[in-house]
C-alpha cells in the first residue's frame, strides 16, 4: 500500500537551522514518520537571515534529502503563483500543512489558492496567536485575521495545537467553531543512554540560553536578573539576533553587571551541535514570554540538563520532578533566589538535579502517543 502523500510549506527547512523551532519541530515530524509518510516540503533556498542560497543545493527542483523527504527550494525568483499552483496540483495530496501564520508564500499563499477546495489543509499555529506573540504588532495581525476570515480563507482548515491554551486561541482569533487538534510537537528522535557528567563548585554557575536575542525570548530580563548575584557567574548566549535596537538594549545591561558576572554573546550554532553543547553547562537559563514546545528546553532536559525557565511553556511542574524550576515573570525576587541556590550548589547537589532532568526528558521523548497523534493528524485518519 502507497504510504500517504504530505505536502509541507515552509519557510525554512534543513540545512538550515537560524530559524530554531518551526525548522526543529517539522525536521522532528518528518524524522519519526518518514516510514510512515511521503514527506514533500515546499521551502526557501535560504536560512533565516540570511542572503546567500545553500551551498551544494540546486533551487526550483524536487530534491531527494537521505533520510528520503522530497525538498523543493525554492529560489527568490522561483517564488509565485504560477509555480505554487503547478506544485499544488502535483498529485492528489493526502493534506496539505502549513506553518505558521503570516508568511505570504508559506501560509497566505496556499491557503488563498486553496480556497473553496475540497484539499485538506492542516494550520500549524506554531505559538503565533499566543497572547505573548500578540502583544508585538496587535493591530496589523487582528486586521490581518480579520481580512483571512473575511475572504473565507480558513473556510475547512483544521489547525494543529500544541497545547491546551493554544487551542482556546484558536477558538478566540479564528473561529469558535474550528476544528482545532491538540497535538504536540515531538523532540528529537534521539536519547542519550545517560546524562553527561558536570563539574561543579560551590560559588560557581555556567549557564546558556540557546535562542534568539529577542523580546520574546526575555533576554534583557535574563541579563538584569544576573546584576546583584555573587560568585563566578557565565552566561552564554547562543542564537541569531535580528532586532539590534533590542541587542544594543542588552548590551548595555551586560556593561552595567559586576565583574564577577560575565555574560558573552557566542552567535549562532547548528542544531546538530546543541545536545553536545549543554554538557558544558549548569542549567539552561531561558525566561522567555511564552514557547509553544520549546525544542531547546526539551533536548536539554534529555541530555540532564536542569532548566530555569517561566512559567509561560508546557514544561511544567519542574522543581517536583527535580528537573528545574519554571517561576512566575512577575516575581523578580524568586528569580535571583534561585540563581544563587544555582551558584552555591555543589556537585552531588546538582547530580540529583541532572537525574531528574534527564528522566524527565526521556519520559517525554521516548513517549509514543504524541507521534501517533502526530501520524493521525497529517493523514486524517
Known amino acids: 500500500m502507497p504510504k500517504p502523500t504530505v505536502l509541507v510549506f515552509i519557510d525554512w527547512y534543513l540545512p538550515g537551522y537560524k530559524a ?12 519519526h514518520l518518514r516510514d510512515r509518510i511521503d514527506f514533500h516540503i ?41 509555480v505554487w499552483k503547478e506544485l499544488l496540483a502535483r498529485e492528489d495530496w493526502h493534506t496539505v500543512y502549513i506553518n505558521g501564520m503570516y508568511s505570504r508564500w508559506f501560509s497566505i ?32 495581525k487582528r486586521v490581518f485575521l480579520a481580512a483571512m476570515r473575511l475572504l473565507g480563507a480558513y473556510r475547512g482548515v483544521e489547525f494543529q495545537a500544541t497545547n491546551a491554551e493554544e487551542v482556546q486561541d484558536v477558538r478566540k482569533l479564528i473561529s469558535a467553531d474550528a476544528p482545532v487538534h491538540l497535538v504536540p510537537n515531538l523532540g528529537r ?5 545517560a546524562p553527561p557528567s558536570r563539574a561543579k563548585k560551590p560559588g560557581e554557575l555556567k549557564l546558556l540560553s540557546v535562542a534568539r536575542v529577542a523580546v520574546e525570548k526575555n533576554t534583557l530580563f535574563a541579563i538584569q536578573c544576573l546584576r546583584d548575584l555573587t560568585g563566578d ?31 558573552n554573546y557566542k552567535g549562532v550554532i547548528p542544531s546538530e551541535q546543541v545536545p553536545e553543547l549543554f554538557g558544558n553547562y549548569h542549567a539552561l537559563f531561558m525566561p522567555s514570554q511564552g514557547e509553544n514546545f520549546g525544542h531547546t528546553m526539551a533536548e536539554a532536559l534529555a541530555t540532564g540538563l536542569p532548566l530555569l525557565i517561566s512559567d509561560r511553556t508546557p514544561w511544567r511542574g519542574l522543581e517536583a520532578a527535580r528537573a528545574g524550576w519554571d517561576l512566575s515573570l512577575e516575581d523578580g525576587t524568586a528569580w535571583r ?24 526528558g526521556k519520559r517525554s521523548l521516548t513517549d509514543p502517543e504524541p507521534v501517533e497523534k502526530s501520524f493521525a493528524l497529517l493523514t486524517g485518519q
Open 20 to 31: 530554531g523551532g518551526p525548522i526543529r519541530s517539522v525536521a522532528n515530524l518528518v524524522d
Open 42 to 82: 515546499v521551502t526557501t533556498d535560504t536560512d533565516y537571515t540570511e542572503r546567500t542560497p545553500y551551498a551544494d543545493v540546486t533551487p526550483d527542483r524536487w530534491t531527494t534529502l537521505p533520510g528520503g523527504e522530497k525538498v523543493w527550494y525554492a529560489s527568490r525568483a522561483g517564488i509565485s503563483v504560477k
Open 109 to 140: 499563499e496556499p491557503l488563498r489558492l486553496l480556497r473553496g477546495s475540497k484539499q485538506r489543509r492542516v494550520v500549524a499555529v506554531r505559538g503565533m496567536l499566543a497572547s505573548c506573540m500578540m502583544k508585538h504588532g496587535a493591530l496589523k
Open 189 to 193: 528522535r534521539s536519547v542519550a543512554a
Open 233 to 263: 557567574i557565565a552566561f552564554d548566549l547562543f542564537g541569531p539576533i535580528y532586532d539590534q535596537g533590542y541587542w544594543a538594549q542588552c548590551q548595555q545591561a551586560i556593561a552595567a553587571l559586576p565583574a564577577n558576572v560575565r555574560v
Open 337 to 360: 533566589t534561585k540563581l544563587m541556590e544555582l551558584v552555591a550548589m555543589d556537585q552531588a547537589t546538582l547530580a540529583t538535579w541532572c537525574e531528574g532532568a534527564f528522566a524527565l
